[in-house]
């Protein structure tokens, strides 16, 4: 089966957006005073806080690209036989962004200068893509980098699409880009793909610090065929160099209740006498602390990096406590826990207003318990007999159940007969440690090649405190480590011709690991289930009249998962005539092994079902209805049971991009760009084919019907599951036209073919 999908706007493009460049263009044409080109002339852009150079020429047609610029404020200067050395200071270079500078020359001696301050430029006018760039000055001058708001609490860089016409950002979940779908953006460090591979929309758990950010770019339509593999929106992260300047600052952003005034018409000195006719100021310690400093590295006598290599090293800190009081639970009686659930017992039980009663003649009442053990058929119904009193006789009572209940904390608030919310959990404390070390390294190796390596890890901790201690306890401490290492290698081969090297490493970790551990053969014997080593998932139910809430065990027991994600890119830039080609492609292999405990340590519900009467089964009361369910766990008798052996797979997919791209200036007030690009990528899969999916077209040969399930390994079904589409080519179309120096009319359209092969199932 084939689909073509086409979508044609203004300002639009069907596109996906990935982008292999973090850095800007200068690009131009160079005249002579009687507006003929002059070919062959060099051209420098020298950083001014670095010194580095960055060289280029023009071509025949006079025209000249200086490409993988770094952000920042160049000096251009173009020399020429017969003509005055031109100097352009102040040109402001931003990411991902192209940049107009074009020369006049005079007529004279290169021993001659003219110097020329340049302008800011009112519109970006080089090219057919929308995009904007945000600064980390703006994003710290402006209050909405709020703090502890998403995922690690630490400020989030993803703010800055709250500055953005067509943006919508609240959360780490909630960022939408022109109307996409949310979370379905791409997001990028220097270049090289950076999204959570657990989860798209968690992505603070990858970030790196605001304040080792120089410039957040977002595009967000008409993207070039160098972009690919997202939807609503590329996000990239440009960060900050060092330079020929020790520069450095530290900052705290602290919260502390000690600040703060009281809450009015509060006396705090009802809970503590030391306190008495002062307000109640609710507990608050949250503070978020670090610092920058980088310049060029000097060793001495041994070495001198100035003009040649530099670091910049970033550190945040987050930490926030929390106190946790007046939490409220419900927990069982005494009259409960030793089977008497007499002040369970509701109204009888109607139906259009009339009482309601079972084959024996005996009146239904809410909440009322039947033995499981006197189930029997009558006048064919299904019956049971109700416990006298509806009290549980102490024979009845499962010795399991006993041990469990045990455990569980002793009503403590509400008064002897209060039935819920009946035990007040004694104060206590959670906290939350971040930290965000970052490390960026530039070295210029010569005129013609430079390197830069980057850095950062993002450590995450948190107790996850609920107030017990106890093993039962459902506590899974938060412990979490994701590091960004990226390189990337630039070669000017010829003056037009520039290459470009990357590659990277994403790597999470997350050791999602009950806090506490508990051998199952103290309530189950041995080798009940295949891990006994944490306390098993059980919900004793609970409702108006009772019972116990508190969480016990861990149904979900996600040991180690990690997140690889290596990384490559390579480009080139040619500058021919008005032309500027671009051909490149990237590779993205992930790989998330899991080892997974879910229901490894078992998961057992109980419900209202078990002690009610099978007779009501199908009836619907006004007012209730038979059965309760901590009564059924107390009987043992479950009506869910859960059990697994540990799951040990290896997930993993790849993806593969190619592109060519031209930037032709057909005037210098228009710009086309055009390209073709081509996309391949696999779908998640198991490596040794243990990830299975039903097949309802199969027999299933335990029960000799239609429905059973297939393994990725199956004969019938190789390797995967599905088949992978071949092939996407996207045909990119942009066109930018300078009106006047306010006004620019951008144009994009594109076309997305895939195929798409016979389904297996």
Avoid at 8 to 16: T, V
Avoid at 369 to 382: A, L, M, T
Avoid at 402 to 426: D, F, R, W
Avoid at 542 to 554: N, Q, R
Wanted: glycine share 10%.
């Amino acid at each position: 089966m084939r689909s073509l999908s086409i979508s044609c706007a203004l300002l639009l493009c069907a596109a996906y957006g990935m982008a292999q460049s973090t850095t800007g263009t200068l690009t131009g044409t160079v005249s002579d005073p009687a507006a003929a080109v002059v070919a062959g002339a060099p051209v420098e852009a020298k950083n001014n806080a670095t010194g580095l150079v960055y060289k280029a020429a023009t071509s025949a047609t006079g025209n000249y690209t200086i490409a993988e610029v770094p952000a920042g404020t160049y000096e251009v200067t173009v020399t020429a036989p017969g003509f005055k050395k031109e100097v352009r200071v102040g040109v402001e270079v931003q990411a991902q962004t192209t940049f107009r500078v074009d020369f006049t020359l005079q007529v004279g001696t290169a021993s001659e200068s003219v110097t020329i301050t340049a302008e800011a430029p009112l519109l970006k006018t080089e090219s057919g893509e929308l995009s904007h760039n945000v600064t980390t000055d703006s994003l710290n001058s402006l209050p909405i980098l709020t703090i502890g708001s998403d995922g690690a609490g630490v400020r989030n860089p993803l703010a800055a699409l709250q500055l953005l016409p067509g943006a919508v950002f609240a959360s780490d979940a909630t960022l939408v880009v022109n109307g996409m779908p949310s979370s379905s953006q791409a997001i990028r460090i220097e270049g090289q793909d950076a999204t959570n591979g657990f989860w798209k929309e968690i992505n603070s758990t990858n970030q790196t610090g605001v304040d080792a950010i120089q410039e957040v770019v977002v595009e967000t339509s008409n993207f070039a065929a160098e972009y690919g593999q997202a939807g609503g929106g590329y996000i990239n992260y440009t960060m900050k160099s060092g330079t020929n300047q020790y520069h450095g600052g530290a900052f705290d952003y602290l919260a502390n209740d000690a600040f703060n005034s009281g809450l009015a018409n509060t006396n705090a000195g009802q809970t503590n006498s030391l306190k008495d006719n002062q307000h109640v100021r609710p507990s608050l310690r949250r503070d978020d602390y670090g610092g920058t400093f980088g310049g060029p590295i000097k060793l001495g006598k041994l070495y001198n990096g100035t003009n040649k290599t530099f670091f910049f090293f970033s550190i945040e800190g987050y930490h926030t406590k929390t106190l946790s009081t007046n939490v409220t639970y419900t927990v069982p009686t005494p009259a409960y826990q030793a089977g008497n659930f007499s002040t369970a017992l509701g109204p009888a039980l109607t139906i259009g207003g009339v009482v309601q009663q079972d084959p024996l003649g005996n009146t239904l009442y809410a909440n009322e318990i039947f033995d499981p053990n006197s189930q029997r058929s009558v006048n064919g119904e299904v019956v049971r007999t109700p416990f006298p009193n509806n009290t549980i006789p102490a024979t009845e009572l499962d010795p399991t159940a006993l041990k469990i209940q045990a455990m569980l904390p002793q009503p403590n608030a509400g008064g002897p007969s209060a039935l819920i919310n009946n035990y007040v959990v004694p104060s206590y404390f959670n906290y939350t440690n971040v930290e965000l070390p970052t490390l960026k390294l530039d070295h210029n190796v010569s005129p013609t090649i430079k390197i830069s390596a980057f850095y950062s890890a993002q450590r995450q901790y948190s107790p996850g405190n609920i107030g017990f201690t106890q093993a039962f306890a459902s506590t899974e401490p938060t412990n979490n480590l994701s590091q960004t290492t990226r390189l990337n290698y630039d070669q000017t081969i010829t003056p037009t011709l520039l290459m470009h090297v990357g590659a990277g490493l994403l790597e999470t970790t997350e050791w999602n690991i009950p806090a506490y551990t508990y051998d199952q053969s103290q309530l189950f014997g041995n080798d009940v289930f295949p891990l006994s080593t944490y306390f098993p998932s059980i919900a004793p139910g609970s409702g108006a009249y009772g019972g116990s809430t508190v969480g016990m065990g861990e149904g979900l027991i996600a040991l180690p998962q990690k997140d690889t994600k290596p990384t490559f890119i390579n480009s080139f830039t040619w500058v021919k005539g008005n032309h500027t080609f671009k051909f490149g492609g990237e590779m993205i292999f992930e790989g998330l092994p899991i080892v997974s405990g879910y229901r490894a340590a078992g998961i057992i519900g109980f419900g209202a079902a078990e002690t009610a009467d099978p007779y009501t089964t199908g009836l619907t009361f006004a007012n209730g209805a038979t059965g309760y369910s901590y009564a059924s766990f107390l009987t043992g008798n479950y009506n869910s049971l859960n059990v697994a052996g540990l799951d040990d797979a290896r997930l993993g997919n790849h993806s593969f991009g190619l592109y060519a791209q031209d930037s032709w200036k057909v005037t210098r007030k228009l710009t086309v760009d055009y390209g073709l690009r081509y996309d391949y990528a696999t779908l998640l899969a198991e490596e040794h084919g243990r990830m299975q999916d039903a097949a309802f077209n199969l027999i299933n040969p335990t029960i000799g019907r239609d429905g059973t399930v297939i393994y990725g390994a199956s004969k019938n079904y190789p390797g995967s599951l599905n088949d992978n589409y071949p092939y996407a080519l996207g045909p990119r179309l942009g066109i930018a036209y300078q009106i006047t120096k306010r006004t620019v009319l951008r144009l994009g359209s594109g076309i997305t073919y895939a195929h798409r092969p016979t389904m297996r199932t």
